[in-house]
């Protein structure tokens, strides 16, 4: 979707403020920005339109702008939602955040507050836009034998790898953080190039013991050692006219380098007790996390066999450097679990998709596609949204309950001194909050929320019913 066709909605009863605030959208964001007064109006236009982003007023009784919210979560998931709250209200915020919205701004608006919450609304929405509509010739990419995005870093990984594979007989040696896809990299190289009739054969160095890696690799015959019965190939001689996968080659132990060496440069070794050569021709792609380079300086990797290995070097960037390949990642590992299920997942909404664009992804796309899994089996049968994602998720920079939280902290500080300031008032208050956040938490139950607020049971029982706060919960939420 083009820039110039985002459509904001905005929606305020008070014209004068309604139209203050389009006219600065319109410039500063340049986007079309059609105008509601009220949310019935609102939900019409968004039957209608083509919406990217609501911005709301709460109204008066607050509860207008929450079902407005509580509505297009439900009907138009993927359309963000900001909403507006007057200053110092705090359980409107907390409560709107709660139910979905993606970033609050303060009424009266404060212009600036309000074009950068909007900017940033509609990045995050644009993701989500791109991965759906992506052209026919960048979809090619996600057939790149199972490796999902489409962001320029991995296009240009693809043309890489489709001259790798093409050449079917250089060494390869992929780099990447732990989870980024090595394995998944190393399978299509052998996939779309001319040895793919032949065996695909992966080896984690690191996963099997020293004494066994050899036997493993080379094979043994008859009598070589206790127990060897009979002669066993070994997985380079099954990998033979096609490829070898060794992952974890930085934690291979040197005399077994030597023997790979042989493998690389003469095609032949011996198997474990042998002495007759075995010819062999496979090619050979390694993988590593570890600095390589810093293991040849230090004599722990061989020099000659590092060049042979790397005589093309694959780098695959880490999921935190090509953020725009989240939403395609995560449609697809919905459509993977769904697979089979009778309540399938419907999708995350765009304020979980939101946090998660914000999160740095150390365990990169296998911490992704994990973490997909849970929620398709935690959220069947419906939409994923930003409180649903555990705790980790909710990232400072992307406005959760416990940012919101934090603000209403700052928000006191700074009230310290005024005339109406009352410090039994404000930590009665954060109580209250603390204890909310506890039961909704843990679904109501007060024996989970005593335990995470390292209250005892009948303390936070006692409170509840002195503050009266259960009646603030909703009711659906005490199971
Ligand atoms: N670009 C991608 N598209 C689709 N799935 C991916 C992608 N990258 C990784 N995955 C999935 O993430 C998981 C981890 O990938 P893989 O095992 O290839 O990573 P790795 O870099 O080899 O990890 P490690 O270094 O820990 O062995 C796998 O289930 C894989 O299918």
């Given at each position: 979707m083009s820039e110039s066709m985002r459509s904001i909605l905005l929606v305020d009863g008070n014209r004068e403020a309604r139209e203050g605030l389009a006219v600065m959208l319109r410039k500063h964001i340049g986007c079309v920005?059609?105008?509601?007064?009220?949310?019935?109006?609102?939900?019409?236009?968004?039957?209608?339109?083509?919406?990217?982003?609501?911005?709301?007023?709460?109204?008066?009784?607050?509860?207008?702008?929450?079902?407005?919210?509580?509505?297009?979560?439900?009907?138009?998931?993927?359309?963000?939602?900001?909403?507006?709250?007057?200053?110092?209200?705090?359980?409107?915020?907390?409560?709107?955040?709660?139910?979905?919205?993606?970033?609050?701004?303060?009424?009266?608006?404060?212009?600036?507050?309000?074009?950068?919450?909007?900017?940033?609304?509609?990045?995050?929405?644009?993701?989500?836009?791109?991965?759906?509509?992506?052209?026919?010739?960048?979809?090619?990419?996600?057939?790149?034998?199972?490796?999902?995005?489409?962001?320029?870093?991995?296009?240009?990984?693809?043309?890489?790898?489709?001259?790798?594979?093409?050449?079917?007989?250089?060494?390869?040696?992929?780099?990447?953080?732990?989870?980024?896809?090595?394995?998944l990299v190393a399978r299509a190289t052998h996939a779309y190039s001319p040895r793919k009739g032949?065996?695909?054969?992966?080896?984690?160095?690191?996963?099997?013991?020293?004494?066994?890696?050899?036997?493993?690799?080379?094979?043994?015959?008859?009598?070589?050692?206790?127990?060897?019965?009979?002669?066993?190939?070994?997985?380079?001689?099954?990998?033979?006219?096609?490829?070898?996968?060794l992952d974890e080659i930085g934690d291979m132990k040197p005399s077994l380098q030597a023997k790979l060496l042989r493998v690389i440069q003469e095609r032949e070794f011996e198997p474990v007790g042998g002495v007759k050569p075995v010819s062999v021709n496979v090619r050979i792609v390694a993988a590593t996390h570890r600095d390589l380079e810093a293991a040849v300086a230090e004599g722990r990797f061989r020099e000659d066999l590092y060049y042979r290995l790397s005589v093309v070097p694959v780098q695959i960037p880490p999921l935190r450097e090509r953020k725009e390949d989240i939403p395609v990642l995560i449609e697809k590992f919905v459509q993977v679990f769904n697979r089979g299920r009778k309540n399938a997942l419907k999708g995350f909404a765009a304020d979980a998709m939101a946090a998660l664009l914000e999160y740095p992804w150390p365990g990169n796309v296998r911490e992704l596609e994990n973490l997909v899994q849970r929620m398709s089996v935690l959220h069947a049968d419906d939409w994923v949204s930003a409180a649903d994602l555990p705790e980790k998720y909710q990232v400072p920079g992307q406005v959760t309950g416990e940012a919101a939280g934090a603000a209403v902290v700052d928000e006191c500080v700074e009230g310290i001194g005024e005339e109406n300031f009352d410090f039994n008032t404000l930590v009665s208050d954060f109580e209250d909050r603390l204890i909310l956040k506890a039961l909704t938490k843990t679904g109501g139950n007060k024996k989970e929320a005593a335990r995470l607020l390292n209250l005892k049971r009948t303390t936070l029982i006692e409170k509840i019913k002195k503050k009266q706060l259960e009646a603030e919960v909703p009711p659906e939420e005490f199971v």
């Open positions: 920005v059609l105008e509601s007064q009220s949310p019935a109006e609102a939900l019409e236009a968004l039957q209608d339109q083509d919406i990217s982003l609501v911005i709301t007023e709460l109204f008066a009784p607050r509860q207008g702008g929450i079902e407005l919210l509580k509505q297009v979560r439900a009907d138009h998931p993927q359309v963000a939602v900001i909403v507006s709250v007057p200053y110092g209200d705090r359980d409107s915020v907390v409560e709107a955040l709660r139910r979905g919205a993606i970033f609050y701004i303060h009424s009266p608006y404060d212009f600036e507050e309000a074009v950068i919450a909007t900017a940033r609304a509609l990045e995050h929405r644009d993701l989500l836009v791109h991965q759906q509509k992506r052209s026919p010739k960048i979809s090619k990419s996600d057939g790149f034998h199972g490796i999902i995005g489409q962001s320029p870093k991995m296009m240009r990984l693809y043309s890489i790898l489709e001259k790798v594979a093409e050449d079917g007989e250089s060494n390869v040696l992929i780099r990447g953080e732990s989870g980024t896809g090595k394995e032949k065996n695909f054969v992966p080896v984690n160095c690191a996963a099997i013991p020293d004494e066994l890696l050899e036997s493993e690799l080379f094979g043994y015959v008859k009598g070589a050692f206790t127990g060897a019965n009979q002669s066993k190939i070994g997985r380079i001689q099954y990998a033979d006219g096609g490829t070898l996968f």
